[in-house]
């Protein structure tokens, strides 16, 4: 896995043009969301447990926009048995074969394809670490849906996102404190300025009581909001 350093967004750019998972981005990744992202490094362990003790010792997982395989490797790392399968599926070639090179591991294969065009049939867990909101607004309940329909009958969906608050003055201190977080961090005030104007497009994000009642909408029995560090979560959905 690459150890290279975020620069992505250090230096001005003339055009700031919308966020993509392209190969810039792929090489320096794993420094970028760990800076960016508040309990990232304890929700991707923390989820690859949950996932892989839900599995048990026979099941099958899929890790939906699975980047280079962290959750993939967090649930391989936590469930040693054999007959343990695991799809990670993501739509950037350069993330597939990333992915690839980081994982030598025979239970867990790698898919290039649109995660809203894979058949999960029989699937145990589904995890969604940082995806939903990069998804159409329009096409999160459909693939939600899509999920529930698809899981084993004791299936169990684990999905993380950045959230907003309902309440304005909230939403402020959590994303003023996740700037100064960022800051802390060693990113500059233009390379945040750059990112977020890259994101503003591409990502959009939600409440928590969105989350909840879309997972109930979508057919799931009940969820439950299990982590939150300022302005991102993640919650479990059972079928």
Not at 17 to 42: K, W
Not at 60 to 86: P, Y
Not at 207 to 213: D, L, S, W, Y
Request: aromatic letters at 8%.
């Amino acid at each position: 896995m690459s150890n290279s350093s975020d620069d992505v967004y250090r230096h001005r750019q003339d055009q700031i043009v919308d966020f993509v998972f392209n190969q810039a981005v792929v090489d320096v990744f794993p420094d970028m969301i760990r800076r960016s992202v508040p309990g990232y490094e304890t929700v991707i362990p923390m989820t690859g447990l949950i996932a892989a003790r839900h599995t048990g010792a026979k099941g099958l997982v899929f890790d939906l926009g699975c980047s280079l395989g962290a959750t993939t490797q967090a649930v391989l790392a936590h469930n040693s048995s054999a007959d343990l399968r695991i799809i990670g599926v993501d739509n950037a070639q350069a993330m597939i074969e990333g992915a690839q090179a980081n994982n030598q591991d025979t239970r867990a294969q790698f898919v290039l394809s649109d995660i809203q065009d894979v058949d999960l049939t029989g699937a145990n867990v589904v995890v969604l670490n940082f995806v939903l909101q990069f998804l159409p607004s329009h096409h999160r309940k459909r693939m939600l849906q899509k999920i529930h329909r698809e899981l084993a009958n004791d299936g169990l969906l684990i999905i993380s996102e950045k959230i907003c608050h309902e309440s304005p003055s909230i939403h402020d201190l959590y994303d003023e404190t996740h700037l100064a977080w960022k800051k802390a961090n060693g990113y500059s005030e233009l390379e945040i300025s750059q990112k977020r104007s890259a994101l503003e497009n591409v990502m959009q994000v939600d409440t928590e009581a969105t989350h909840t009642q879309r997972l109930h909408s979508a057919g799931f029995s009940r969820s439950s909001q299990w982590y939150q560090c300022m302005n991102w979560a993640s919650f479990l959905a059972w079928k």
